[in-house]
């Protein structure tokens, strides 16, 4: 397939505005968008392109490095690299409360949990602060690696106090939580204040997630209250950036002005 991208090279007008590299990326994520190239297909190399394009092989490598930055190709050095397209990200929309069984649900993919942790643990400063607990209170403490279609994408690690969640460990683990706690629980989660942090992944973040040390991660924090804003959980979530596209949906409301805030490190 990658043979015949060829044969429907576009024609590169230098103009301002548009210069040669994103119109050379365009026509790339088009071609993956149209099914002319798939995940995982290698592209022509970089001298077929550049001679095909008309263009220096400078201007092809600014516009593969920028879709390589997007997430949308992987270079791989050696006789045997080059450039390929990448796996799809799965998008998950933070919008509204719905957990990670339920995002993959949406995409059309078969959610996974591998329970590493389930313990009750004494909450620290950090979790009794976001819990409003004392500290030292017991909490039961969950670590799981969710998977989509078997392969590892996020790390999950939750606090639950026990005192509104006494048997909590007793029950199957490797489902939804949420639809666990609504199940069997009065209180639940109903609201959430969530966190967004850009990290790289730890030695044991990456051996849990199937991935080498320094792979791009976001950190999601999160603390979900019940209907009546009592505190329930306190989690954060490592997601594979390479995988995963985190998703936010806002609407314009005039009679509201947005706000950032400072928040200082936990």
């Given at each position: 397939?990658?043979?015949?991208?060829?044969?429907?090279i576009?024609?590169?007008?230098?103009?301002?505005?548009?210069?040669a590299?994103?119109?050379?990326?365009?026509?790339?994520?088009?071609?993956?968008?149209?099914?002319?190239?798939?995940?995982g297909?290698?592209?022509?190399?970089?001298?077929?392109?550049?001679a095909?394009?008309?263009?220096?092989?400078?201007?092809?490598?600014?516009?593969?490095?920028?879709?390589?930055?997007?997430?949308?190709?992987?270079?791989?050095?050696?006789?045997?690299?080059?450039?390929?397209?990448?796996?799809?990200?799965?998008?998950?929309?933070?919008?509204?409360?719905?957990?990670?069984?339920?995002?993959?649900?949406?995409?059309?993919?078969?959610?996974?949990?591998?329970?590493?942790?389930?313990?009750?643990?004494?909450?620290?400063?950090?979790?009794?602060?976001?819990?409003?607990?004392?500290?030292?209170?017991?909490?039961?403490?969950?670590?799981?690696?969710?998977?989509?279609?078997?392969?590892?994408l996020?790390?999950?690690?939750?606090?639950?106090?026990?005192?509104?969640?006494?048997?909590?460990l007793?029950?199957?683990?490797?489902g939804?939580?949420?639809?666990l706690?609504?199940?069997?629980?009065?209180?639940?989660?109903?609201?959430?204040?969530?966190f967004?942090?850009?990290?790289?992944?730890?030695?044991?973040?990456?051996?849990?997630?199937?991935?080498?040390?320094?792979?791009?991660?976001?950190?999601?924090?999160?603390?979900?209250?019940?209907v009546?804003?009592?505190?329930?959980?306190?989690?954060?979530?490592?997601?594979?950036?390479?995988?995963?596209r985190?998703?936010?949906?806002?609407?314009?409301?005039?009679?509201?002005?947005?706000?950032?805030?400072?928040?200082?490190?936990?």
């Open positions: 397939m990658t043979r015949n991208l060829l044969d429907r576009p024609a590169v007008v230098r103009r301002q505005g548009s210069p590299h994103a119109q050379i990326e365009q026509w790339l994520v088009d071609s993956i968008a149209n099914g002319e190239l798939s995940a297909d290698r592209l022509p190399s970089e001298r077929e392109l550049s095909a394009l008309g263009v220096s092989r400078m201007t092809l490598r600014h516009a593969l490095g920028g879709l390589e930055r997007r997430g949308v190709l992987i270079r791989l050095p050696g006789r045997a690299g080059g450039a390929f397209v990448a796996e799809p990200k799965i998008d998950c929309d933070l919008t509204g409360l719905a957990g990670f069984t339920e995002q993959m649900r949406r995409a059309h993919l078969q959610a996974g949990a591998n329970v590493l942790r389930a313990q009750t643990v004494e909450a620290t400063p950090t979790v009794a602060a976001s819990l409003r607990i004392p500290a030292g209170s017991p909490v039961h403490e969950i670590v799981r690696v969710r998977s989509a279609d078997r392969v590892a996020a790390l999950e690690r939750s606090f639950f106090p026990t005192e509104h969640f006494p048997d909590l007793e029950h199957r683990l490797t939804s939580l949420y639809r706690l609504e199940k069997h629980y009065v209180h639940q989660p109903h609201t959430a204040t969530e967004l942090e850009p990290v790289t992944a730890t030695a044991e973040d990456a051996a849990a997630l199937e991935i080498e040390p320094g792979t791009p991660l976001m950190r999601v924090e999160r603390t979900a209250h019940s009546a804003g009592m505190p329930v959980e306190f989690a954060h979530d490592l997601y594979r950036a390479d995988r995963v985190l998703m936010i949906r806002t609407e314009v409301n005039a009679d509201t002005t947005p706000s950032l805030q400072a928040v200082p490190p936990a």
